[in-house]
């Protein structure tokens, strides 16, 4: 069949590049054309106000931004995401398959829907309505065939109530659901009365020889033994302070990817960011992929909460830690420096081999139905 993915494109984050990469792959190992959709979301507004209160907040944070912020800091950092977003397009046309046209505002030419055989969307924060607006686009409404979800995520743990309704309506039109983390399948069950099943995030589902045959070594590599941490969020004060230790007191040297600290580490390719958390010897991140390849690669880790003016969103991490039985790896601000590296991995591949088996399930069960041949 001819596949097409819906998932958020913007080239700004590493995970998202990579969990799209990983559930093209897996889709592919089942004989099928797999196509990325690339689009911008439908921006709806369930209030009915024509500015929001938070655009009010962006727009003058930003005016301030511009009277204070120092010209010279305001170009390094212009500069560092373009360098960003043009090593994301490059990895992204490089490695998926993207498509030959973009819808726009959620809206996709009739006949390119027609050339298509289904529709699946995920995984990432697909469903997340301060990420995505709520658009109907990321619930497949452009089309009458049967929508598929997988590995979909709401990223938080309750939908604002504005949006309940139109998602009750959406989700009631998809065939099958499977969800990321435990807290979506929560609010799949309280909106539609559901019980989707919870899939592993794309890129813990596939093998780590795929992975390592993926990797690519950077220039800026450390020849030494180092220590990475990436924050999409801030870094907790007494994380800093312990860093600071390290620094002083031990042969580890520190890189920090997404931060102008290593300005030459912003815009990495994906394949150099799996490549240097593989290589680390220990890994602090408040990220849900920082801590995915830390797990894929048995990087000792450390997760932060994350730091952020925004809804909590940490249920897909909470999930992953609990199934591997990792909880003890949450970063405290009083930590034994003889923890640092204590971290069980032997339980690992059983947990993965189990999880793998169920998305090989769950996709087998869609592909051998007859409605979608």
């Known amino acids: ?142 089309t009458s065939k049967n ?15 504005e949006y309940v309704e139109k998602y009750k309506f959406y989700l009631k039109n998809f065939k099958y659901i499977s969800v990321r983390e435990h807290e979506g399948a929560l609010i799949v069950k309280k909106l539609i009365n559901i019980s989707p099943i919870v899939l592993l995030d794309p890129t813990l589902l596939l093998e780590i020889e795929h992975w390592n ?58 394949n150099e960011f799996i490549d240097l958390i593989a290589s680390s010897s220990l890994v602090f991140t408040d990220s849900f992929h920082g801590l995915a390849f830390s797990i894929i690669f048995k990087r000792p880790f450390f997760i932060c909460n994350r730091i952020t003016d925004g809804p909590p969103m940490d249920s897909r991490i909470n999930s992953i830690l609990n199934l591997f039985k990792f909880e003890n790896r949450r970063w405290k601000d009083e930590i034994d420096p003889n923890s640092l590296f204590d971290i069980d991995f032997s339980n690992n591949q059983n947990i993965l081999a189990l999880e793998r088996r169920k998305c090989t399930e769950y996709l087998n069960e869609i592909f051998n139905n007859s409605l979608f041949k």
Request: aromatic share 16%; no cysteine; net charge positive.
């Open 1 to 142: 069949m001819k596949i097409g993915i819906v998932t958020i494109i913007d080239f700004n984050n590493y995970g998202n590049r990579l969990q799209n990469y990983a559930t093209q792959e897996i889709l592919k190992s089942f004989n099928h054309e797999v196509i990325t959709i690339l689009n911008t979301p439908k921006r709806i507004n369930y209030r009915n106000n024509s500015i929001s209160f938070s655009n009010v907040i962006l727009n003058f944070l930003s005016r301030i931004r511009k009277l204070f912020f120092p010209r010279k800091v305001e170009r390094l950092i212009n500069k560092a995401n373009k360098n960003r977003f043009t090593a994301l397009s490059k990895f992204s046309r490089r490695f998926i398959n993207l498509s030959d046209f973009i819808a726009i505002e959620g809206v996709m030419p009739e006949i390119k829907i027609r050339s298509f055989d289904l529709f699946i969307t995920g995984s990432d924060q697909i469903w997340n309505p301060y990420f995505r607006f709520g658009s109907s686009f990321d619930f497949l409404d452009f």
């Open 147 to 161: 929508r598929i979800s997988f590995s979909s995520s709401f990223g938080i743990d309750e939908i604002p109530i």
């Open 213 to 270: 045959n993926f990797r690519e070594e950077s220039l800026y590599k450390p020849k030494s033994a180092y220590i990475l941490t990436y924050f999409l969020g801030k870094k907790p004060k007494s994380l800093d302070l312990f860093l600071n230790k390290i620094r002083t007191n031990s042969k580890y040297k520190i890189i920090e990817l997404n931060s102008l600290n290593h300005f030459n580490l912003y815009s990495i390719s994906p």
